[in-house]
């Protein structure tokens, strides 16, 4: 079985959810029967096809532009796939470029999406584009073969809002990595940032409204604790939001920047708290991972993030900076404890991995068993 993926910026260590999601499922999905390309963008890619982790990877032109990037690109790499990899299944991410899944039918794909998350939620998106990717969402739902979803809640909304076509959405999570190497010391914390082991908060993502961040700096500055305040990723596009947010750096307020391999991991075992104040999610993978870490976390009450179940004491009502300010204060009076080893159970890459490849090969099998029949 030879699958394309598209819709993403590309990997490995691309900045994203979805770059994270696809870089740890297709390399513990790839075997002797299973081949895997993902076609990314070329502002984020080397120019030369390169293999990660026994997965093909191949840049295809893209303008680096904030709403013209992910779908122009999407049918660019359609059209690649078709005419140059020629996959049996493609495997479209994301609402936005499921707009093109009648295209890819057309073109006579097998097509499975994962739907990441309700994207017309987010708030840099105006009433067309936000109209846009629900029509997305629909086409995928309705022409996909297969609809994915990695928020449970999400996929219990989606099978009662398209009720006749329930029986081809299902719920498959973002994954936790198996616990940052216990033999990691703080010595990996980055040195330029002057920190110490449990001394900071720490929160992970894309500089963009819908993750908070200005609530965090808010409610940071309104708490009482002595923790120093990291914040670690940048934005895909500078824009008022950004250049506004990273203007609040300060002494205690510390942008770091992107961050990856064993300073990631540090940044994450060695934090007091992490922190994901987020507005719109899908299933939060930075999340999954702080805990993977042994970190306690504390994150917004929306409905991804409490898709987690994690102990009461670790949410609070998204938006509200008082309450936020007060679960800072109080962090050594909280209860965020929880079991890990059961946690990562729930999330498990390599049987997420596993679960997914047997749904790309039943909808493969059952769909030629349909040809079949019809030519008899």
């Known amino acids: 079985m030879k699958v394309c993926a598209v819709g993403l910026r590309g990997i490995p260590d691309v900045m994203g959810g979805i770059e994270s999601h696809c870089q740890q499922l297709y390399p513990r999905m790839v075997n002797d029967n299973v081949a895997i390309t993902v076609i990314g ?5 080397p120019k030369h096809p390169a293999t990660y982790r026994g997965v093909e990877v191949r840049s295809v032109w893209a303008v680096k532009n904030k709403f013209l990037e992910t779908i122009l ?3 660019l790499a359609i059209l690649y796939a078709r005419f140059f990899v020629k996959p049996d299944v493609l495997h479209i991410h994301g609402i936005g470029p499921a707009l093109y899944t009648p295209l890819a039918k057309l073109l006579g794909f097998k097509v499975i999406v994962t739907h990441h998350g309700a994207d017309y ?18 086409m995928a739902v309705r ?3 297969k609809t994915l979803v990695v928020g449970r809640s999400l996929t219990y909304k989606l099978r009662r809002r398209f009720n006749k076509h329930a029986s081809r959405i299902v719920f498959v999570p973002n994954g936790a990595l198996t616990g940052v190497d216990e033999h990691l010391n703080a010595d990996k914390l980055p040195k330029d940032l002057a920190i110490k082991a449990g001394s900071y908060i720490l929160a992970v993502g894309r500089l963009v409204p819908e993750k908070g961040f200005h609530d965090l700096i808010d409610g940071y500055r309104k708490s009482k604790t002595e923790h120093k305040l990291v914040i670690v990723g940048n934005a ?16 205690n307020v510390i942008f770091a920047g992107r961050r990856q391999g064993d300073e990631l991991n540090a940044l994450y075992k060695f934090a007091r708290v992490f922190v994901l104040p987020s507005y719109h999610e899908g299933l939060p993978i930075v999340a999954l991972e702080a805990i993977s870490a042994g970190t306690q976390v504390i994150v917004s009450d929306i409905d991804p993030n409490l898709d987690i179940g994690l102990p009461s004491d670790c949410y609070f009502p998204v938006g509200d900076i ?6 800072l204060t109080r962090l050594d009076k909280l209860k965020l404890e929880l079991d ?10 390599d049987e997420i991995a ?11 099998t059952k769909l030629k068993a349909q040809r079949h029949a019809v030519k008899e």
């Open 41 to 45: 963008r070329s502002p984020y890619l």
């Open 354 to 364: 596993q679960e997914t490849r047997v749904l790309f090969e039943q909808t493969l």
């Open 340 to 349: 890990k080893d059961a946690f990562l159970a729930r999330f498990n890459w």
């Open 236 to 251: 895909d596009h500078e824009d008022e939001y950004s250049t506004s947010l990273t203007a609040q750096r300060s002494g």
């Open 143 to 145: 022409f996909a073969d």
């Open 322 to 327: 008082s309450a936020l300010a007060d679960k």
């Open 121 to 138: 939620d987010r708030q840099k998106w105006n009433g067309f584009a936000k109209g846009m990717l629900k029509l997305g969402e629909s």
């Open 73 to 75: 690109h999407t049918f």
